[in-house]
């Protein structure tokens, strides 16, 4: 069965960095778009990131352009997030979730798998 | 940025119909994808491509989307549907959340 399973998360200060891990199994990881969800506590779903199949193109939400980077190692069945320059707004369960795709028409289908998230606090 | 409206709170009599709404510019033009997120729980897709159900999902979840609105729609809503829900949109190569819905059953 699919699992993805989030590690990384722990409190850091403002400022540090973190690098979250996210181990898939159970699917051909390198068939699919991969991406990370964030929920700052009591709030909602805030996207973050999604990395194509093959690593070729990334895409970030504004409020972490230029912090963040996405990645993915295929090999490793991991995809991965680092976390530069934290601030406390960063403070959230951090979620990877998998792409699903139509076999028949490619299209999305939605974010069919998620991780049980990892908390990530960013605190002095 | 592109932007999805969803009411806060929705209440509903169980075995009544629920209806959930989801608004953004052109929103019919998209797909529209739906989650059910549980307290303490990872979020599940119940509805993807606007009106299709994963397998798994009851058959009282159904989905439709034109115009600027996409709406959740649960059919003799039980108990167990009570918790909050948020609507999802591709814009461009980004993706959006609506702010979520919390049902209330009672």
């Known amino acids: 069965q699919v699992q993805l399973v989030e590690s990384g998360g722990g409190v850091v200060q403002p400022g540090r960095s973190l690098r979250l891990s996210c181990a898939a199994s159970g699917f051909t990881f390198s068939s699919y778009g991969m991406h990370w969800v964030r929920q700052a506590p009591g709030k909602g779903l805030e996207w973050v990131a999604v990395?194509?199949?093959?690593?070729?193109?990334?895409y970030y939400a504004d409020s972490v352009k230029g912090r963040f980077t996405i990645s993915r190692d295929n090999s490793k069945n991991t995809l991965y997030l680092q976390m530069n320059s934290l601030r406390t707004e960063d403070t959230a369960v951090y979620y990877c979730?998998?792409?699903?795709?139509?076999?028949?028409?490619?299209?999305?289908?939605?974010?069919?798998?998620w991780g049980q998230g990892t908390l990530v606090t960013v605190s002095s | 940025s592109y932007e999805l409206t969803q009411p806060p709170s929705v209440s509903v009599s169980p075995g009544q119909t629920a209806s959930i709404t989801c608004s953004g510019d052109?929103?019919?033009?998209?797909?529209t994808y739906w989650y059910q997120q549980k307290p303490g729980q990872s979020p599940v897709l119940v509805i993807y491509?606007?009106?299709n159900r994963p397998s798994g999902i009851p058959e009282r979840f159904s989905g439709s989307n034109s115009g600027n609105t996409a709406t959740l729609t649960i059919s003799g809503t039980q108990a167990m549907d009570e918790t909050d829900y948020y609507c999802?949109?591709?814009?461009?190569?980004?993706?959006?959340f609506g702010g979520g819905t919390k049902l209330t059953v009672l």
């Open positions: 990395i194509w199949f093959d690593g070729s193109n990334k």
């Open positions: 979730a998998k792409e699903g795709n139509d076999v028949l028409t490619g299209l999305n289908t939605g974010f069919d798998y």
């Open positions: 052109k929103l019919g033009d998209k797909y």
């Open positions: 491509q606007d009106t």
């Open positions: 999802q949109a591709w814009d461009s190569s980004s993706v959006v």
